[in-house]
Antibody, heavy 115, light 110 residues
């Protein structure tokens, strides 16, 4: 059974870079049939897609976040990562990693942007 | 890329059927058969209920069904049960964004 688990700091200072990692077990991110991605949800609000990437190199970003976001795949550790630069309080949210058909999700991790 | 439009709330009594709409444009919902529906209970990660407009993942009850007409997709829940009370989100592939989510609908079982 596929499992995804987010990890990373729960508190990030404004203007700094948010970095999260998703560790995948029970399946390989090298499988080019699938994309892997990140979705976030501000407290009490709806879902927002951030980015998705595939082992073959195809990568897609939310146009509204593209200038600040990088997604990368580490096939040797079966992990994929999200970096988001120049964060502000508006980036405070639960961040989920998911297989990008959205059939498997991590439990989510709350990231708060505050000094 | 604007979010797809969903009603803020829909309610129904146990056993009834309800339908949630998801309105987009010809550049997303109307242009592709890549609409999915997600269920999210409070404090939990979303769960995929429908993909590719009408397909149900293994293990999802056949009380959930999807459809699409023009630029609007719909999720119908028949035989409403207490555990169906949750937030529901549609999402679609789009020309200007690879994925766009809907605004979300809170389903209340009366």
């Amino acid at each position: 059974q596929l499992r995804l688990q987010e990890s990373g700091p729960g508190l990030v200072k404004p203007s700094e870079t948010l970095s999260l990692t998703c560790t995948v077990s029970g399946g390989s991110i090298s499988n080019s049939d699938y994309y892997w991605g990140w979705v976030r949800q501000p407290p009490g609000k709806g879902l927002e897609w951030i980015a998705s990437s595939q082992h073959s190199g195809n990568t897609h970003y939310n146009p509204s976040l593209e200038s600040r976001v990088t997604i990368s795949l580490d096939t040797s550790n079966n992990q994929f990562s999200l970096n988001m630069s120049s964060v502000t309080a508006a980036d405070t949210a639960i961040y989920y990693c998911a297989r990008a058909r959205f059939d498997s999700w991590g439990q989510g991790t709350l990231v708060t942007v505050s000094s | 890329q604007s979010a797809l439009t969903q009603p803020a709330s829909v309610s129904g009594s146990p056993g009834q059927s309800i339908t949630i709409s998801c309105s987009g444009t010809s550049s997303d919902v109307g242009g592709y058969n890549y609409v999915s529906w997600l269920q999210q209970h409070p404090g939990k990660a979303p769960k995929l209920m429908i993909y590719d407009v009408i397909k149900r993942p293994s293990g999802v009850s056949n009380r959930f069904s999807g459809s699409k007409s023009g630029n609007t997709a719909s999720l119908t829940i028949s035989g409403l049960q207490a555990d169906d009370e949750a937030d529901y989100y549609c999402c679609s592939y789009g020309d200007s964004a690879w994925t766009v989510f809907g605004t979300g609908t809170k389903v209340t079982v009366l």
